[in-house]
């Protein structure tokens, strides 16, 4: 499922994977879809099930870190919304009724081992994004401890921007910088023990959040999916080269080989590059929510 229609909701945004639908002024219908993008491009090939896959993933960690943070979950379902009983079967376990919320600018993204674009930083600078690291580090070690590297949220199509600190705080202003900073770290660190208990490693992965009408932060979007995480098994983990993944990274690596720019449109993905990424991604589902 490329493409979504609620008839009975105004779809009022689409991004790279998620659709959102208006119900009033409080609620809104996030809907999953099955959509793939990689280097920020929407790519023509979808993934038969990913968006039940990320919502199934997203819903168990939510529940898991509420005593953190709030989160944008209701516990309103689609069935009480959606009125068309076609659109309702594919809609109702690939979607979420959530509060609205506003968006913050910062995409919070966490760090707890030397990779992707983290290690191209660290090679020409010995830092990443900004944080001095120790000398002589190999692809794929884990870092002396866990990084906060922040970036802009950019809008579809176009690539977010890493950012310092100091930046969210003239983005968001000090009591949420610190906030989210907090946050962020707290949680990645308890998602990777219990991950780590069942046999993955979560190398890095990226929050969002946004405020209620009171101004309390919100964890909100997705959290910890196949595609906005890397999950390596740790059977298979060995630092000096890049590890084999349960996530899209097996998607990246095929592009990297193709000559490709990296702009739109993105190529056509072969069928069994999509049937591996499947099974990768229900792998990292069932290890971890089990």
């Known amino acids: 499922m490329s493409t979504t229609e609620i ?26 879809s099955d959509r793939l993008s990689a280097f920020d491009v929407i790519l023509p090939t979808p993934i038969t099930g ?8 997203s819903n168990f960690w939510f529940n ?34 959530v509060k609205r919320l506003k968006p913050l600018p910062v995409e919070a993204i966490v760090r707890g081992y030397l990779i992707g674009s983290g290690w191209k930083d660290y090679q020409k600078t010995g830092e990443v994004c900004g944080v001095s690291l120790p000398a002589n580090l190999q692809l794929a070690d884990k870092l002396p401890e866990v990084i906060y590297t922040p970036s802009t949220k950019a809008a579809v199509g176009n690539h977010d921007i890493n950012i310092d600190y ?16 907090h946050a962020s770290i707290t949680i ?11 046999g993955i490693i979560i190398a890095d992965t990226k929050f969002e959040f946004g405020l209620d009408e009171t101004g309390t932060l919100h964890l909100m979007d997705e959290v910890l999916t ?3 995480s890397r999950f390596w098994p740790v059977d298979r983990y060995q630092p000096g080269s890049s590890p084999f993944s349960f996530d899209k990274q097996y998607i990246r690596d095929y592009l990297e080989d193709l000559k490709w ?14 049937e591996k990424t499947r099974e990768n991604y229900n792998r990292a589902v069932e290890l971890l929510t089990q």
Do not use: C, W
């Open 166 to 181: 100091d930046e969210t705080v003239n983005l968001v202003g000090t009591e949420l910088a610190e906030q989210i900073k």
């Open 188 to 198: 990645y660190t308890r998602a990777a023990e219990h991950a780590l208990a069942r």
């Open 226 to 228: 196949p595609d906005s």
């Open 64 to 97: 898991m870190f509420a005593d953190i943070l709030p989160n944008h979950l209701t516990k309103h379902t689609a069935e009480e919304f959606v009125t068309d009983a076609e659109e309702l079967a594919y809609a109702q376990h690939r979607s979420v009724i």
């Open 50 to 57: 990913k968006g039940e896959i990320l919502t199934t993933v």
């Open 7 to 32: 008839t009975s909701l105004e779809k009022i945004y689409s991004g790279k994977v998620r659709d959102i639908y208006a119900i009033n002024d409080d609620l809104l219908l996030m809907l999953a």
């Open 261 to 274: 720019n990296k702009q739109p449109p993105g190529p056509e993905i072969p069928a069994e590059i999509i």
